[in-house]
């Protein structure tokens, strides 16, 4: 949907009557760099956003929040617990279960209660997850307490998280274009695709190997099968809407039980190792002896608590610009300075309990805001402008709230009792890997990168007259802005695989000077606005001082297909 400068005029709307924020309007310049008045962005943020807080929960009264809830418990939950075990094997069992849900729990019940944008999923991330393994690898041997140099390493960030937001830097956020964030979100697409695969390469016997595969490859064609059909014009709209509203959890639960039917329940499987109800994998105590570590340990955990910050500061900002990208109706005002103070206290609060450090979730935060808009059918006209017999589905308006993502963390938080941690020990790493391969399918397929190598590969006659990059005259300009992304996707996945994977957050902040500077260098204006843009829509901007020099708004890329 092409987005405009301000909420759009929508009187089926449920939030037309709210206040807005007048349409256009920007804050006042920056200024110079050495004339940053403190904890501007933070004051602009909760005064724009204060008057849509009972709002936020009043419009909750929708049936969209019912159906986005239930996808979001089991799209957030069950890739953390997959996550935990890689964490388990990986830092000495210091993080399990218990501690990836109780992170969960922790970001969503603050960021749905207290954040300016409550529709930012938070929770345990494929990244967070390299970064936990990789330090442990580290200090591993050195005798230093892993779980209380974790500990000070979230405390740190704690301060330069707050230094980051009182100082205003996600003004910063107004060079981020679609560059970066397609590389990054191609990145932790392929995070979720790697960690399937490895789910099933760890099985031992062969049976429960090729039950495994075949289980993981039935959930996801059929999880995958039922979000098309729910997209599609067969059957009637009633199971239409549920088959995409409950297509994915139902195929979940049904594939845990049917593993064991007939000869297959006599194969003995891998599945999610459990613990007892509230009570840390580890058996410490939650509260983590930070204290007891020298200073020099404690002054050693610096430098790992900036590439954190750094890690954090793109990763949840870029959440959180995906989950607000011009593709959805959005009529409530962004918050970016006071999201990043908050995510500062969830990482310290995260540290100091030993739990891992939760962020802004990709993809399942645009999948969120996808999973509460409402959709209604438009026909379709070809180039002429006439009737071509057929219709697509356009989002008339997103039910912008916070009971859902409050919801589906106290739904996890109740996971932590003992009758629904023996539910998860049920399931097979073999449907876990199966929901890895849907997650990472999607994010895929809604990623710009694939947007531009299926044109690329597309015969030209059947390509639409209007899609945006035939206006590009060379083609090759096309080819070699793909291959600039592929390129810095394939560099950020390999130095992930490597033991200076630690230092990868600096690397994918890099990506934003690169565009800035490098590109432009490279390919015409012209065709820099045709193949790369704003990632959110100028409404959404406002609040950071608005799109970048030369930004235009448009049609996203990665919707036209």
């Known amino acids: 949907m092409a987005a405009t400068n301000g909420p759009p005029d929508d009187p089926v709307s449920p939030t037309a009557h709210e206040p807005r924020a007048p349409a256009g309007e920007r804050p006042p310049s920056q200024?110079?760099?050495?004339?940053?008045?403190?904890?501007?962005?933070?004051?602009?943020?909760?005064?724009?956003?204060?008057?849509?807080?009972?709002?936020?929960?009043?419009?909750?009264?929708?049936?969209?929040?019912?159906?986005?809830?239930?996808y979001m418990y089991f799209a957030n939950i069950l890739p953390a617990l997959a996550f935990s075990l890689d964490?388990?094997?990986?830092?000495?069992?210091?993080?399990?279960?218990?501690?990836?849900?109780?992170?969960?729990?922790?970001?969503?019940?603050?960021?749905?209660?207290?954040?300016?944008?409550?529709?930012?999923i938070v929770g345990v991330t494929g990244p967070i997850t390299v970064f936990n393994y990789t330090v442990y690898g580290i200090v591993e041997g050195t005798g230093v307490n892993y779980i209380g140099f974790m500990a000070w390493i979230g405390i740190w960030s704690l301060v330069l998280h707050w230094i980051l937001a009182v100082t205003n830097s996600c003004n910063w956020l107004r060079w981020v274009t679609r560059f970066p964030c397609d590389?990054?979100?191609?990145?932790?697409?392929?995070?979720?695709?790697?960690?399937?695969?490895?789910?099933?390469?760890?099985?031992?016997?062969?049976?429960?190997?090729?039950?495994?595969?075949?289980?993981?490859?039935?959930?996801?064609?059929?999880?995958?099968?039922?979000?098309?059909?729910?997209?599609s014009s067969l059957f009637r709209n009633p199971v239409r809407v549920f088959l995409k509203d409950y297509g994915t959890p139902l195929t979940?639960?049904?594939?845990?039980?049917?593993?064991?039917?007939?000869?297959?329940?006599?194969?003995?499987?891998?599945?999610?190792?459990?613990?007892?109800?509230?009570?840390?994998?580890?058996?410490?105590?939650?509260?983590?002896?930070?204290w007891d570590l020298s200073v020099g340990d404690i002054f050693t955990a610096?430098?790992?608590?900036?590439?954190?910050?750094?890690?954090?500061?793109?990763?949840?900002?870029?959440?959180?610009?995906?989950?607000?990208?011009?593709?959805?109706?959005?009529?409530?005002?962004?918050?970016?300075?006071?999201?990043?103070?908050?995510?500062?206290?969830?990482?310290?609060?995260?540290?100091?309990?030993?739990?891992?450090?939760?962020n802004g979730l990709i993809p399942q935060a645009p999948f969120h805001t996808q999973s509460?808009?409402?959709?209604?059918?438009?026909?379709?006209?070809?180039?002429?402008?006439?009737?071509?017999s057929g219709y697509t589905f356009r989002a008339t308006h997103v039910v912008e709230q916070r009971v859902s993502n409050l919801a589906q963390g106290l739904m996890t938080l109740g996971t932590m009792t003992g009758p629904l941690l023996a539910v998860l020990h049920l399931i097979p790493q073999g449907?876990?890997?199966?929901?890895?391969?849907?997650?990472?399918?999607?994010?895929?397929?809604?990623?710009?990168?694939?947007?531009?190598?299926?044109?690329?590969?597309?015969?030209?006659s059947l390509t639409p007259a209007n899609h945006p990059l035939r206006a590009i005259k060379r083609r090759s300009a096309v080819w070699l802005f793909a291959a600039a992304e592929l390129l810095g996707f394939g560099a950020t996945f390999a130095i992930t695989q490597t033991v200076a994977a630690v230092g990868f957050p600096v690397f994918i902040l890099a990506l934003i000077p690169i565009r800035a500077v490098l590109l432009p260098r490279i390919f015409h204006r012209d065709e820099l606005a045709l193949l790369d843009g704003p990632t959110a829509s100028a409404f959404t901007m406002e609040g950071i001082g608005g799109m970048g020099r030369g930004e235009q708004q448009r049609q996203p890329l990665w919707r036209t297909r």
């Open 87 to 120: 964490m388990f094997q990986k830092t000495g069992s210091n993080y399990g279960v218990n501690e990836v849900l109780l992170a969960s729990v922790l970001g969503s019940v603050v960021f749905s209660l207290f954040a300016a944008q409550p529709l930012v």
């Open 431 to 460: 449907v876990l890997a199966g929901l890895f391969f849907v997650m990472g399918v999607h994010a895929l397929e809604a990623n710009g990168i694939t947007a531009k190598l299926i044109f690329l590969c597309r015969d030209k």
């Open 183 to 231: 590389i990054f979100g191609f990145y932790v697409a392929f995070i979720y695709l790697q960690k399937g695969i490895q789910l099933l390469a760890r099985l031992g016997s062969a049976s429960a190997f090729y039950l495994s595969v075949t289980t993981a490859l039935l959930v996801f064609m059929t999880a995958y099968a039922c979000g098309r059909l729910g997209a």
């Open 372 to 388: 509460l808009c409402v959709t209604k059918p438009v026909e379709e006209l070809d180039d002429k402008g006439e009737d071509k």
């Open 252 to 290: 979940l639960i049904f594939f845990t039980g049917f593993v064991h039917f007939g000869r297959m329940q006599g194969v003995q499987l891998e599945r999610l190792p459990t613990g007892a109800a509230f009570v840390p994998t580890s058996g410490r105590q939650w509260l983590v002896n930070f």
């Open 302 to 358: 610096l430098p790992f608590a900036v590439l954190l910050t750094v890690l954090f500061w793109f990763d949840h900002n870029v959440s959180s610009l995906i989950a607000q990208g011009s593709e959805f109706p959005l009529r409530k005002p962004a918050g970016f300075h006071w999201d990043i103070f908050l995510l500062g206290i969830t990482t310290g609060v995260a540290g100091i309990l030993g739990l891992p450090f939760p």
């Open 31 to 70: 200024g110079p760099w050495w004339k940053i008045r403190l904890f501007r962005g933070i004051i602009n943020d909760l005064r724009r956003r204060a008057p849509y807080y009972g709002s936020d929960w009043l419009d909750a009264w929708d049936y969209r929040v019912v159906p986005a809830t239930v």
